[in-house]
C-alpha cells in the first residue's frame, strides 16, 4: 500500500487501483506524481489538438504505458516525458483529463480536499504552491499532505482506468505483458 495505516478513503482507492490492474504501491504513486509533474511543466506546449484520443491510438499507447507501470523502477523523467509527448500527439487528452478531475471532485467527501490541491498544483497558471492551497483549505500540513498523496494516487488510478476501459483487448494484452515480465498478478488482491 502507498500509505501506512490506510484511512477509509485510501482503502477505497487501492481497491480501485487493484480493478484497475494496478499496483496500489509507493513506485506506482511516484509514477503518477512524475506524470503529473511532467504534464504540468509540458502541457501548454503541446496542446494543439482538440479531439478525443482515438481508440485506435489507445490501443497502440496503452501497452507502452502499462509496461512502464509495472516495471521494477519508478519511471525516469525523460521517459515520462516521452510517453505524455506521445500521448498529446494521438489526440487531445483535456476531455479525458476534465473528466477525471470532476470524477475526482466527486469522490465521497474527500474530493472537496482532492479537487482544489490537484487543479491548483497541476492544472493552472501559474501553479500554486502547496503552502497556498493547505491555508486555503484550513488542513494542518500533516493533513494536507497525506490528502495531496491520496488526490495524486486518485488521479492516475481514475485517468489509467478511462484509458484500459477503451482499450481494446486490453484485459488480455496486460497478462501477456504480466507473464512476460513475471509479474504476480495475485497482487491486485493484497491489501
Wanted: some cysteine.
Amino acid at each position: 500500500m502507498y500509505t501506512s495505516n490506510p484511512s477509509t478513503a485510501e482503502r477505497r482507492i487501492c481497491r480501485m487501483a487493484r480493478t484497475a490492474k494496478i499496483n496500489c504501491s509507493e513506485k506506482t504513486f511516484k509514477n503518477f506524481k512524475n506524470i503529473l509533474k511532467v504534464y504540468s511543466t509540458t502541457k501548454v506546449d503541446l496542446k494543439v489538438i482538440h479531439y478525443d484520443i482515438p481508440k485506435e491510438e489507445i490501443n497502440k499507447i496503452a501497452p507502452e504505458l502499462y509496461a512502464a507501470m509495472i516495471a521494477d523502477e519508478v519511471i525516469p523523467l525523460d521517459t515520462v516525458g516521452e510517453l505524455i509527448e506521445d500521448l498529446f500527439s494521438r489526440g487531445d487528452v483535456s476531455k479525458r483529463i476534465e473528466q477525471t478531475l470532476e470524477d475526482i471532485r466527486n469522490f465521497q467527501k474527500e474530493g472537496k480536499f482532492y479537487y482544489p490541491i490537484l487543479k491548483g498544483l497541476y492544472f493552472e497558471d501559474p501553479p500554486r504552491s502547496d503552502k497556498e492551497i493547505q491555508i486555503t483549505l484550513k488542513l494542518s500540513r500533516s493533513h494536507y499532505f497525506r490528502k495531496k498523496k491520496n488526490a495524486i494516487f486518485l488521479f492516475g488510478v481514475i485517468f489509467w482506468n478511462s484509458i484500459r476501459l477503451e482499450w481494446e483487448n486490453g484485459d488480455a494484452i496486460m497478462q501477456n505483458i504480466d507473464e512476460a515480465t513475471g509479474r504476480d498478478r495475485s497482487s491486485f488482491f493484497d491489501s
